[in-house]
């Protein structure tokens, strides 16, 4: 028979306790014998509706608890609305800190805490390419197609290994279909990836072993995205043959809607179908092409899985390229970059919900203060203590509630707002609010509610009703013990501010020192528009025409001041090549390699250093030639000049005729590395390609004139992705930039909590000293004394903030290190600027409150005690 | 009028006295499947109508003989069987008005 859960019998004790004792174990076995024979999700929703009714019966049972508990509500929701500012200011707090941090919760969540949604993730590793570095460069994790295939035919420590073709593109092929062509994007994948992931199509089948070999007949698979797009979700596409640039291909089945590949390994792109990627030896001597995935066997670890990889790496004279296999978890390759980002943003979010817990605490207190006249009156005509204390603990509960409502609405919105960014992050897309961030949310509220209520509800409650009557007269007092916590408070507040102000300052920094960085070329003023010639040309010479009849085309069009051709742009892709000296034996170098056309170095805004650009006349059939950049000039030749030199690369021959200045191609904080340009008209190793037009006018005109230059040479070669190369650098900071600002929002928060802390304590000072305050200035004191008194006061408190933040600060500099760019965690500069910000902050914000001494009567207020 | 659940119970005990799990099911059996009664309703139930004197608790000694001892049984009173008889009627003569006024009936 099926039990009852813990929770259902933690629910009888809200039934009155004779009922509980008379029928409490035939409950749960009428419960029971209803849940009997069915599966577990139904069992659970036997109980919980079993649960519900108890709740429902409980609560007729129970009227009168409820009475009073909605009496308490009734009356702190009046006592909140006499005070409007108050309990907005609350609720605000409470939802913008509740808001802020749900939304880090969730995308922490999404990047690190959330399993992938593959069979058994925690077994699934990447194998690396260690000889290139680390991070998501492609040729730091791409891996030749033999090595793949001798570490599978060893594996003891892997079940199985696999990868997909890192080098597919948006739109590079298309479906012909009934009603017309669409451009598709290809993802190639070895034969086995989907097993090694534990994926099940949802329709047909995945496939075969004799479909992955070169010759094989083309098969493909759909995403669930693109069935629905493209077929509707028709059943009978599979197996039907569908025509694919200019051959057809078979349909075989589709991949589940859950499969979002694109969002996990390729974020900001899209795929359509899959084909496989053939193993033999005709992939393999494509070199370094795939990125490897491997499921682990029952009891390997990561290291054990390692030195098998490093037993099974090929021999020297078969590997096109240097390898050194890296395995590691793949959630690590996947979203373990951005771990200290995330950690950065938790960090700092807990720091907020610090201080908006000090503020409401601070404010808590001075309620419970100012209203001890009224709970006084209330204990004198008999409400009890414990009456009280759940009185202020309900307005707590009520404020908490409104918060959490707000803060939901907040993450809700913020997680949408951040899924919906392009900021190219795996996984990012991903977040969203659920259930555990929900509860999260509301556990919290709850226990600040209850945590911050019920210091300020015992103090408060702490009433003798005839002292404080007698008493009343003053108004309320607060004893110095309290009067510390509440500075204590302002103390702790200042820090965290100093902290997060230092904090999103250097960030802020470090972007602008981004933003000024010289990148070696230009992007401002150039646009660039995708052209896809792949398959329309059958000859090589036909290929070369369309080429230089468009690029001229395009300079003869108005306002075009340069143009030039290129097989991959800035911040995006890239791929390495390897390049050594004839004639020579020395250790080969990997300088990244680009197809350009003449008129790119002028287009981009490169700098020619030595020797010619491309020509026109660098075609097939001429001797190659190609550029390279200073890094390339310094490694090979040192002081000597290169041009005139021959070097081999990739199966290629070539003389060097220029040298450019080096750029940062990869990213803007990444130091420029060795580049390699050869001419697009005479090596045809491209897919799509993109057409660079420099000019003066705006970007659309730009665009406008490279489309219609375009579609005068050839109205079907198919255009799109314009884009302005600015825009490209833009998007590539997008991450950065917006770091900046979640700090930013977080750091401003702050600040304001803390003034107003400043501003609060300074007030209720002034309100609770005004006879003190009368007096003094009764005895002779000018009003101004007084004022710098209040103001003194409060910048003591504010400098031992900063004292405090300012050590955490330089003790964290470290960790913060590694988020800046050209700029010091130990900046002067920064840390001093921070201190006068936060000092003139607390001048301003005691001075305010201070200033209302003007309006003290001394007479009236040194009497007081006597009215 | 009886309340819904109080009839069914009622009708439940008017054949031989039951525990709780039993009156559930056979209330169950008898509705299709239409009527669960969950637990807390109907314990509460049975506690309304043994105070409003329609049903009464056995003591241990008066349960069916081989009955488990531990279950509370439940045998419905006299009045018990005339607020069922009477509800039984009224329903009947709801059911009739609709039939007649469908034209069903003549």
């Not at chain 1, 003891?156 to 279909?177: A, E, K, M, P, S």
């Not at chain 1, 009156?377 to 707590?396: D, F, K, M, N, P």
Request: charged share 20%; glycine share 10%.
């Amino acid at each position: 028979m099926s039990r009852p859960p813990l929770w259902f019998r933690v629910l009888l004790a809200l039934l009155p306790e004779d009922f509980r004792r008379d029928h409490g174990e035939e409950m749960c076995e009428l419960a029971a014998l209803y849940a009997e024979g069915r599966s577990a999700p139904g069992r659970a929703l036997v109980w919980a509706r079993a649960g519900l009714d108890l709740l429902v019966v409980a609560a007729r049972g129970r009227a009168g608890v409820l009475e009073g508990v909605g009496r308490d509500v009734r009356y702190g929701t009046r006592s909140l609305r006499r005070e409007p500012g108050f309990a907005l200011f609350a609720v605000g707090i409470v939802g913008l800190g509740m808001g802020a941090s749900v939304t880090v919760f969730s995308v922490a969540q999404a990047l690190l805490l959330r399993p992938l949604p593959f069979d058994e993730p925690e077994r699934l590793v990447f194998v690396s390419n260690g000889d290139f570095g680390r991070g998501q460069a492609l040729s730091a994790i791409s891996v030749q197609s033999g090595q793949v295939e001798s570490l599978r035919a060893t594996a003891t420590q892997f079940i199985d290994v696999g990868g997909y073709h890192l080098f597919d593109r948006r739109g590079d092929h298309t479906f012909h279909l009934s009603n017309g062509p669409v451009r598709v994007t290809r993802l190639r994948v070895t034969g086995n990836l989907f097993d090694v992931l534990g994926v099940e199509p949802v329709v047909g089948r995945l496939f075969a072993p004799e479909e992955t070999l070169d010759d094989s007949p083309p098969v493909v698979l759909l995403t669930y995205p693109a069935w629905q797009r493209l077929f509707s979700g028709d059943r009978s596409v599979i197996g039907a043959s569908v025509r694919l640039d200019d051959s057809s291909v078979t349909v075989i089945g589709v991949l589940p809607p859950s499969f979002d590949f694109t969002e996990i390994f390729l974020p900001g792109s899209r795929i359509d179908y899959v084909a496989p990627f053939p193993w033999g030896e005709r992939s393999n001597r494509q070199g370094n092409t795939l990125a490897v995935i491997g499921r682990l066997s029952p009891g390997a670890t990561v290291a054990s899985a390692q030195a098998e990889a490093e037993a099974a790496v090929i021999p020297p004279a078969d590997r096109i390229n240097r390898y050194t296999p890296v395995v590691r978890p793949l959630r690590d390759h996947l979203s373990g970059g951005y771990r200290p980002t995330v950690l950065l943003l938790v960090a700092s979010v807990a720091l907020v919900v610090l201080m908006v817990c000090a503020n409401l605490s601070n404010l808590l207190l001075a309620r419970g203060a100012a209203r001890k006249r009224e709970l006084s009156i209330r204990a004198a005509i008999g409400a009890g203590r414990g009456r009280l204390v759940q009185q202020l603990l309900t307005e707590s509960l009520i404020l908490a509630a409104c918060g959490a409502i707000l803060g939901v609405l907040v993450a809700f919105n913020g997680t949408r707002l951040l899924a919906s960014l392009d900021l190219r992050i795996p996984m990012l897309g991903h977040t969203r609010v659920d259930g555990t961030a929900l509860g999260l949310a509301v556990a919290a509220s709850a226990a600040v509610a209850l945590l911050f209520g019920v210091a300020p509800a015992l103090r408060g409650t702490d009433v003798d009703p005839n002292e404080s009557l007698k008493e009343g007269a003053r108004g309320s007092s607060e004893g110095p013990g309290q009067s510390t916590l509440r500075r204590a408070l302002v103390v702790s507040q200042v820090a965290i501010a100093c902290i997060l102000l230092v904090a999103s300052t250097l960030t802020a920094r470090s972007l602008v020192h981004l933003l000024r960085t010289d990148l070696g070329y230009e992007p401002v003023g150039t646009i660039a528009l995708r052209i896809d010639p792949s398959h329309r040309f059958d000859t090589e010479e036909a290929r070369v025409q369309y080429l230089a009849d468009m690029l001229s085309s395009t300079r003869e069009a108005p306002g075009v001041e340069a143009a030039g051709l290129a097989d991959m742009l800035p911040m995006a892709f890239n791929r390495r090549w390897q390049m050594r000296l004839l004639d020579r034996s020395d250790d080969p170098v990997y300088p990244f390699m680009r197809l350009i056309s003449d008129g790119y170095v002028d287009a981009m805004g490169l700098e020619l250093l030595e020797g010619r650009d491309l020509s026109a006349a660098d075609v097939s059939g001429t001797p190659t030639v190609g550029l390279v950049n200073d890094v390339v000039a310094g490694l090979l030749w040192g002081e000597e000049s290169p041009v005139g030199a021959r070097v081999r690369t990739s199966g290629l021959e070539l003389e060097v005729v220029g040298v450019v200045r080096s750029t940062r191609q990869r990213s803007v904080d990444q130091e420029p590395g060795a580049e390699l340009f050869l001419p697009i008209r005479q090596v045809r190793d491209h897919g799509a390609i993109h057409l660079l037009v420099r000019g003066g006018g705006p970007p659309e005109d730009l665009v406008a004139a490279a489309r219609a230059a375009a579609r005068s040479v050839d109205a079907d070669v198919p255009l799109d992705q314009a884009v302005s190369l600015g825009r490209v650098v833009d998007t590539s900071l997008a991450p950065k930039r917006f770091l900046v600002w979640l700090l930013g929002g977080f750091a401003a928060f702050a600040l304001v909590l803390a003034a107003l802390g400043i501003y609060a304590v300074v007030s209720y000072s002034v309100a609770q000293r005004r006879r003190e305050i009368g007096i003094h200035i009764a005895l002779g004191a000018t009003n101004e004394l007084v004022i710098r008194r209040l103001v003194r006061d409060s910048l003591t408190m504010t400098v031992l903030g900063l004292a405090v933040g300012l050590t955490l600060a330089r003790l964290t500099a470290g960790t913060l290190q590694g988020f800046l760019f050209g700029v010091e965690a130990t900046d002067l500069l920064t840390l001093v600027g921070v201190a006068a910000v936060l000092v003139a902050v607390a001048v301003a914000a005691s001075w305010i409150p201070a200033r209302r001494v003007l309006a003290v009567n001394p007479i009236e207020a040194a009497t007081s005690a006597r009215r | 009028m009886l309340r819904r659940n109080w009839f069914h119970v009622l009708v439940a005990l008017a054949e031989r006295d039951l525990h709780g799990s039993a009156i559930a099911e056979d209330v169950l059996e008898r509705t299709g499947g239409e009527l669960r009664l969950w637990p807390a309703t109907l314990y509460r139930a049975l506690d309304e109508l043994v105070e409003a004197g329609l049903a009464e608790e056995l003591r241990g000694d008066d349960h069916p003989t081989g009955e488990s001892q531990r279950k509370r049984y439940y045998r419905v009173t006299t009045e018990g069987r005339r607020a069922v008889a009477e509800e039984a009627r009224r329903l009947e003569a709801m059911a009739h008005e609709a039939r007649v006024r469908l034209g069903e009936l003549a």
